[in-house]
């Protein structure tokens, strides 16, 4: 559902106990990097995603979705067309399952309404701490997974331990400026995969 023009937002409901989430990016994460996905029939996931989301969903872990959607503010699709394919994906994922999925469509090149650097557009936090003030959510033992460094840099700045790159999508020519976003307060890793990310992620969170 849309909670404003430029914001798509579906989550689980707040538990009594702040849980640890994983925010993952979509595009280049969980699917391939096609370049303003928005038809079904181009989706195509990344081979070790349903797993991944199913020891998330088996390790009490939230698999949230954050991404940026700018070529919704561009004109290229609708929403209508987003929710298709988030609907074909998440089928696709089945029997795991996805806790929340939030999406922004604004971008300071867009159209109209959605013309505008939104504080929920990756790098700022916006959609990490809606979804942490939704879901109850505790930061401090949750991590993000991303292909570029903007997904890593959201998370950092809304206060989660670890981010993690993936070497899908952008990853791989992302990494070598990995370091420029070196904290003392944030566990920083690389990864082949989706899958491997969340290995490193439920044994991280295991060991807290």
Sequence with gaps: ???????????????????????????????????????????????????????LNQSGILAVVVTNQAGVARGYYGWPQFEAVQEELERRLAPAHLDGVIACGYHPDGRGVLAQDHSFRKPRPGMIQHAASQMNLDLKRSWI???????????????????????TGYGRQM??????????????????TIGEATEIVIRSIASL
């Design 1 to 55: 559902m849309l909670i404003e023009p430029g914001i798509y937002c579906r989550l689980a409901a707040a538990s009594r106990v702040p849980r640890p989430a994983v925010f993952l990016d979509r595009d280049g994460v969980l699917v391939e990097e096609t370049h303003y996905l928005h038809r079904v029939e181009d989706l195509q996931l990344i081979k070790p995603a349903p797993r991944a989301v199913a020891r």
């Design 175 to 192: 990494e070598p400026d990995l370091v420029t976003l070196a904290c003392d307060h944030v566990r920083l890793e690389v990864a082949d």
């Design 145 to 167: 997974v991303g292909d570029k460094l903007l997904d890593l840099e959201a998370g950092i700045r809304a206060g989660v331990c670890g981010a993690i790159l993936v070497r």
